[in-house]
């Protein structure tokens, strides 16, 4: 089993910054294709950004250009660096690890 929890979401402006990061526990998971996904109210889940073992990225569309995600595997972590935040970019944002876990998710709000 993969515990992952999840830090740094919070209260943010238009065009500023926030940086999350997710620990894992539990199990090595230097191996595993990890990343983040997001819900915003009222919407589907959907994929942010993954990094695989390797590093090799893949981000979402809407996200490109503005969020880099990164890991750090001796110390079993993942990062998402948000820059140039939109209000669009408000929700829970969820840690995941392949092929089936899940951080309990951490806030982002994106307002003026």
């Known amino acids: 089993q993969v515990q992952l929890v999840e830090s740094g979401g919070g209260f943010v402006q238009p065009g500023g910054s926030l940086r999350l990061s997710c620990l894992a526990s539990?199990?090595?998971?230097?191996?595993?294709?990890m990343g983040w996904y997001r819900q915003a109210p009222g919407k589907q889940h959907e994929l942010v950004a993954t990094?695989?073992?390797?590093?090799?990225?893949n981000y979402a569309d809407s996200v490109m250009g503005r969020f880099t995600v990164s890991r750090d595997n001796d110390k079993n972590t993942v990062a998402l660096q948000m820059n140039s935040l939109k209000p669009e970019d408000t929700a829970v944002y969820y840690c995941?690890?392949?092929?089936?876990?899940w951080g309990r998710g951490t806030p982002v709000t994106v307002s003026p």
């Open positions: 995941y690890a392949h092929p089936n876990f």
């Open positions: 990094i695989t073992s390797g590093g090799t990225t």
């Open positions: 539990g199990s090595i998971v230097s191996d595993m294709i």
